[in-house]
């Protein structure tokens, strides 16, 4: 891959980064493709000092990562209705000089799951109630036509927060989602009959792999089962899910979505999906 003064800059920023995997994945692909850019890593004390930078520099795109996602709002010329819905950006492209944001994790998580299953008229077990959990809650409504969504957290006033946000979102565009998204209790869960469940919270992520979001009694059987962590790549509850005979999806998948629909945003080009997914499972053997 060469690099020359014609060279085009993307990146992410965030803080933590160093830990990213997303310069593997979009510089796979711009080799792949010929394309004479190249993707770094900055972290970042100040997003807005460096969404200046973005412009300065003319850096071509950017993702945005933990903790600035709903911050650089405040720093961009234009966002895309589904950010504004949902409350945060991870994705800029830099067009003329004015910075766009829009959101491709909602994407990402729809799109790992209606790959696997068409979720219309399906029940939604979603365990969580963080951004994670907010951003995948809200895809299920915008991308597909569940029949209901079941938020289930232990802590109960920021189940209800999420909710009531959702629902007021969706007023705004004229959907009435309200008697469609259900908050529970953990131990709640169980009395409801859910076709997929998915864990949006880092329960089971390295170093304390031997956690499950539930226990193996507590799935049932022939289900699908998604979690969002993709360190390990499977997980104590994909594992148990596995064991009662659920298709299962990894947290790799949604970040391979997500990533694939950034590429295609700035540079309007299909990603090339076999040599990002082939990168990506590359690098994670690699560092696990």
Known sequence: MKINAETSLYCIFGNPVKHSFSPYIHNAAFRKLQINSVYLAFEVENIGEAMKSV???????????????SEVM??????????KLIGAVNTVINENNRLYGTNTDAYGFYKSLSNEIDITDKN?????SGGSARAGIFSLFYYGKPAKV???ARNKEKREIIKEEIISSFKKIGKNIENRLVTLELKEWKD??????????????FPDIDNSIIDKSEIPEGKVV??????????????????????IINGLEMLLQQ?????????????PE??????????????S
Do not use: H
């Not at 998604?226 to 298709?247: H, Q, W």
């Not at 076999?274 to 053997?285: A, C, G, H, P, T």
């Open 259 to 271: 990533g694939m629909k950034q590429f295609e945003i700035w540079t309007g080009t299909n990603a």
């Open 150 to 152: 079941f938020i289930i």
């Open 274 to 287: 076999d040599v990002m997914r082939e990168e990506l499972n590359k690098i994670f053997i690699d560092k």
């Open 192 to 205: 409801i009959e859910a076709d997929v469940i998915v864990n949006t919270t880092p329960l089971g992520m």
């Open 124 to 128: 939604i077990a979603v365990f969580g």
């Open 55 to 69: 412009k300065t520099l003319n850096i071509k795109g950017c993702s945005i990562t933990i903790p600035f996602k």
């Open 74 to 83: 405040n720093y961009l010329d234009e966002v895309s209705d589904i950010a």
């Open 226 to 247: 998604m979690d969002i962590v993709y360190n390990p790549v499977k997980t104590k509850f994909l594992g148990y899910a596995e064991e009662r005979n659920c298709s």
